[in-house]
């Protein structure tokens, strides 16, 4: 057990964020990432106006699955996008004083509609309590900087203490480079509030999407108890033009699409977006806690 007095922490942070008692319900015309999109990029079939949001945004010809918003994933997935957020004020700072980075983020979320690249709430999955944080590539890659950390983690340690389970969709590049060590500090904070969950025989699941690298690869994107990942997502730590020319060797087919990864016994389930709600709900029933913990 790597405790490191988390059991305390979590005793002195406040139990309620500012924000909680104020549901917000997520709206089909916010934050939309797949804009306009006129056909599909993989199999190049034109899509008809308002068909992706019909379709969950998967092409209804190739089942190409596209990058999509937290609040878009929000809405369709958890019951009637109904999403009590947790640590929605908590904003990124420049601890290095690294060049540019404040006109980055600030251009970053002016851009989006949001504050971070993840967004961590409370919600019901068909009547089961949760609490879940979905990250967001359109925010600086998905980069995982301290407050991705902090609010994944906040997450975490909010199942813990009202005995939820916690859903990740991740998707990430990886590190953000502009906060240095404090971003690869993020790893080790995740990790540590897992195994408090993992104490308290609380479930973490995690959903895989197209593209998670790096750093959120090698943290609580790994450690989940199930962990599914969406058709042909790319999911590793280094990318593999990286791998390749390390190597100097041509990498297989598939390498690092979530088929392939099944194959090898990486991830558990490939499961489409039309099915994630279900599975979710099959996972949080089957994996109930037991009467006083584990
Ligand atoms: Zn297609």
């Known amino acids: 057990m790597i405790g490191f007095g988390l059991g305390r922490f979590l005793k002195k942070i406040r139990p ?19 804009e306009n999109k006129k056909s599909c990029p993989v199999c190049h079939k034109g899509l008809e106006e308002g068909e992706l949001e019909r379709t969950l945004y998967v092409c209804p ?7 999509i918003t937290p609040w878009e994933r929000i809405r369709f997935t958890v019951d009637g996008g109904v999403f009590q957020e947790i640590a929605a004020k908590v904003e990124s700072v420049n601890p290095l004083n690294f060049p540019d980075y404040d006109a980055k983020l600030s251009e970053t979320k ?3 509609g949001m504050t971070e690249a993840v967004v961590a709430g409370r919600c019901k999955i068909e009547n089961r309590e949760l609490v879940m944080a ?3 590539f359109n925010f600086m890659g998905g980069s995982m900087g301290s407050v991705v950390g902090e609010k ?9 203490r009202q005995e939820l389970p916690v859903v990740v969709f991740a998707t990430s590049g990886g590190a953000r480079m502009q906060e240095g060590i404090f971003s690869l500090m993020q790893m080790a904070k995740t990790s540590n509030a897992l195994a408090l969950l993992e104490e308290k025989g609380l479930p973490f699941f995690v959903v895989l999407t197209d593209p998670t690298y790096g750093g959120v690869t090698a943290s ?10 969406e058709p042909e997502a790319s999911i590793g730590f280094a990318g593999p033009r990286v791998i390749e020319g390390t190597i100097r060797q041509k990498l297989p087919e598939g390498f690092q699409r979530s088929e392939f990864l099944l194959q090898k016994g990486f991830i558990d389930a490939v499961v489409e977006r039309k099915d994630l709600r279900r599975t979710l709900s099959f996972l949080i029933e089957t994996h109930q806690p037991s009467e006083g913990g584990l």
């Open 110 to 112: 002016d851009k989006t």
């Open 61 to 67: 010809s190739c089942k190409h699955h596209f990058r």
């Open 134 to 136: 979905v990250m967001a």
């Open 152 to 160: 994944v983690t906040r997450a975490i340690l909010e199942g813990a």
């Open 16 to 34: 309620r964020e500012r924000g909680w008692d104020d549901p917000k319900i997520a709206g089909r015309d916010e934050r939309i990432f797949v």
């Open 220 to 229: 609580f994107a790994m450690l989940g108890d199930v962990t599914l990942a």
